[in-house]
């Protein structure tokens, strides 16, 4: 069984940085995509950011040019730089893993067998 715990959070002006962390319990093997979701008070999750077991990346036109996704695979960390952050960045943000063709192959699926706990960035005007 994966588990996913984030870190990193936290509260910072607009403009700021922030990276978060998604660490991976549990790793047994196999071929993993992985994506960082958020979600605002009152608003549906979104997709921000994808990568695949190969290491494409994916980012939502919301947050091209100022975030970037990576991952250490032999960390077993996923990971969200999150630079020039704006006050409608704000939301929790949660990490989630699957395995499954059907879900790694649809980018912003929200289906993901494999969620973290999210931590709270919020980002002041």
């Known amino acids: 069984q994966l588990q996913l715990v984030e870190s990193g959070g936290g509260s910072v002006q607009a403009g700021g940085s922030l990276r978060l962390s998604c660490a991976a319990w549990?790793?047994?093997?196999?071929?993993?995509?992985m994506a960082w979701f958020r979600q605002a008070p009152g608003k549906e999750r979104e997709g921000v950011a994808t990568i695949d077991s190969g290491g494409s990346t994916s980012l939502a036109d919301s947050v091209k040019g100022r975030f970037t996704i990576s991952k250490d695979n032999a960390k077993n960390t996923l990971y969200l730089e999150m630079n020039s952050l704006k006050p409608e960045d704000t939301a929790m943000y949660y990490c989630a893993a699957d395995r499954r063709p059907s879900v790694c192959g649809d980018r912003w699926s929200s289906g993901y067998n494999y969620w973290g706990q999210g931590t709270q960035v919020t980002v002041s005007s």
């Open positions: 549990g790793y047994t093997g196999g071929s993993y995509c």
